[in-house]
């Protein structure tokens, strides 16, 4: 047994120590504390069906562990007898890591929204314009919300910096010329996250629309701050400055759904049976799987000297779909025009004059 008190067995060790053990005594206390509270919410939301509290569980275990074991400390260093220098370097810690565990909580708040609403705004059904505008408002606010606090955490550790605080008043005299180059060089940069806020709210675009800009089809794969990613037909991706979707024109196929109307040209002979290409089509197109039902058309929309346009219009339920019932269609009704009706082909047609009628034509009366 141990005869000597804790307090008295306390004040016999060196200072240092006496420190060291009052955080490991705090950081013990609030790792427990966070272990029993996130154990007890995690047994609640077993409970239901929903992931949401789930996601946010997992965003939120790791900052607000590391948070309560700050602040644990923070409370036990309150009970020290520190000169003004251990004070002092007290306060710059404390000045540094607050703000920065306080940002890193904002933050995975702000990620865990943005994944409950993802996981609510399901873009795979067919009907998804409404999903595919609350993913693209949510994400785009969120990574705003995401550079504001960085900016501000980076702000609020700089001015726990006594020397920082003085370099900064010292240099605003003379930060006029240094401000407007510095504003220059950031033009673009500003240009484009103030266009990502006006896209927010304005949706000229959403995650998945179809769209095609620079003479490049694709559709909208993420949208960040200052740029949006397009992924093209072909794999590739387009890098596009989010100010040029506000600035240039540009084809949006799915701003108000994400029905298609594909279409399929033609150019055949100005003989061609037409009734009975339009009877064909007809024939074929109720029982294509892309075909969605809502419109289809066969009409001649145009006409020249050796041929005429014909023009078939189906709809599909979005903008790949629609792409491969095109195909489908392009390759039914060229089989059809090969096989049964090869002379709607085009064909260039001249006049040939009997040998007697060009030789009395050019003799002069």
């Known amino acids: 047994m141990i005869d000597v008190p804790l307090p008295a067995m306390f004040d016999n060790l060196p200072v240092t120590v006496r420190h060291l053990i009052d955080v490991a005594i705090a950081a013990g206390l609030a790792v427990v504390l966070h272990g029993g509270l996130f154990r007890l919410m995690q047994r609640l939301t077993a409970r239901s069906q929903s992931r949401s509290d789930k996601i946010v569980l997992r965003r939120l275990k790791q900052p607000i562990g590391w948070l309560l074991v700050a602040l644990a400390v923070g409370i036990a260093r309150r009970g020290w007898r520190l000169n003004q220098d251990s004070v002092d370097i007290w306060h710059l810690i404390e000045g540094l890591m607050l703000p920065l565990l306080i940002g890193w909580t904002l933050i995975a708040i702000l990620r865990a929204l943005r994944e409950v609403v993802e996981l609510h705004a399901d873009i795979s059904v067919e009907d998804n314009l409404e999903a595919r505008r609350r993913r693209t408002r949510t994400g785009i606010l969120v990574r705003i919300g995401i550079f504001l ?152 929309t145009d006409m020249t000297a050796d041929a005429i346009e014909l023009r078939i219009l189906a709809t599909a339920s979005n903008s790949p779909r629609t792409f491969d019932l095109r195909c489908a269609i392009r390759e039914k009704m060229l089989a059809f025009i090969r096989d049964e009706m090869p002379e709607a082909l085009p064909r260039h047609r001249a006049l040939v004059e009997p040998e007697g009628a060009l030789r009395t034509s050019m003799t002069p009366t």
Do not use: H
């Open 149 to 300: 606090i960085v900016l501000v955490t980076v702000a609020m550790m700089l001015l726990s910096l006594p020397s920082v605080r003085s370099i900064g008043v010292s240099l605003l005299a003379s930060a006029g010329l240094a401000g407007l180059a510095v504003g220059a060089a950031a033009q673009p940069a500003l240009k484009n996250l103030i266009a990502g806020i006006q896209m927010a709210f304005t949706e000229p675009i959403r995650i998945d629309d179809a769209v095609i800009i620079a003479d490049e089809w694709g559709w909208i794969e993420d949208i960040r701050l200052t740029y949006v990613v397009v992924k093209l037909w072909d794999e590739r991706r387009l890098i596009v400055p989010v100010s040029k979707f506000l600035e240039e024109p540009f084809q949006n196929w799915t701003r108000k759904g994400a029905g298609l109307l594909g279409s399929v040209f033609f150019y055949l002979d100005p003989t061609a049976d037409v009734d009975r290409l339009r009877a064909y089509f007809e024939s074929f197109i109720a029982d294509e799987p892309l075909f969605d039902g809502r419109g289809k058309v066969v009409q001649v």
